[in-house]
């Protein structure tokens, strides 16, 4: 039996998460990387989001992660436009009004929400350099509605300029470039993800 294959890439902006579709859209494949077969994107970001995105050859991985009982974290910088009050920083910290599925109104769980600088390591994009009125967010989830942050931040009057997923557990972006690639030995990558039971 073939061993099973664990990487993690920095997503880029303007590409799904997936190797095959019928829009003309940037793919997985477009990478400067030879992936084995039978891959796929486990927790996919949408196209216009970036950072940390878990590829992998083993289909138990999206069970394991996302519909166990021990809810596993997840970091995103968030780009907001306008500068975001404490008063509204405590409605993001402790549940805020979102449309789910259905067009119900969901109240988020309570979350980690904190003002941060830019981190260094963090390209410009085109307009980022513009004087103008803005807020750097990272928010940690363990909860993950449909386009749940950019929701969030929309419910509290903001607009979202830039979503970076930076972690997932102990599963982090560091360093990577946009369009890098990094393979990660079996043990470690469910170690970091803190999951136990994946034998």
């Known amino acids: 039996m073939t ?3 664990y990487f993690i890439i920095n997503k880029p902006a303007n590409m799904v998460s997936q190797f095959v579709s019928p829009d003309d859209v940037g793919l997985l494949g477009d990478l400067n990387f030879e992936f084995p077969e039978g891959i ?6 949408d196209s216009h989001s970036e950072g940390l995105l878990i590829l992998t050859t083993n289909k138990k991985v999206t069970n394991l992660l996302f519909q166990g009982e021990i809810p596993h974290k997840r970091t995103y910088l968030v780009h907001v436009g306008h500068v975001v009050t404490p008063e509204t920083l405590h409605i ?3 549940g805020i ?7 119900i109104e969901y109240i988020t769980t309570p979350c980690e929400v904190e003002i941060v600088a830019k981190p260094p390591g963090i390209s410009i994009q085109k307009g980022e350099e513009r004087d103008v009125p803005h807020t750097w967010l990272l928010i940690t989830l363990t909860e993950g509605k449909y386009h749940q942050v950019r929701k969030m931040v929309r419910a509290a009057r903001h607009r979202c300029k830039r979503l ?6 102990n599963l982090v972006l560091g360093d ?7 393979e990660i030995e079996e043990n470690d990558f469910f170690e970091k993800l803190k999951i136990a039971n994946w034998k």
Request: glycine letters at 16%.
């Open 3 to 5: 061993a099973h294959r």
């Open 40 to 45: 796929h994107a486990i927790g996919r970001l």
């Open 92 to 94: 993001l910290q402790t």
């Open 97 to 103: 009004g979102i449309q789910i599925k259905g067009g």
């Open 164 to 169: 970076i997923r930076m972690s997932i557990e």
């Open 176 to 182: 990577m470039q946009p369009g890098e690639v990094r």
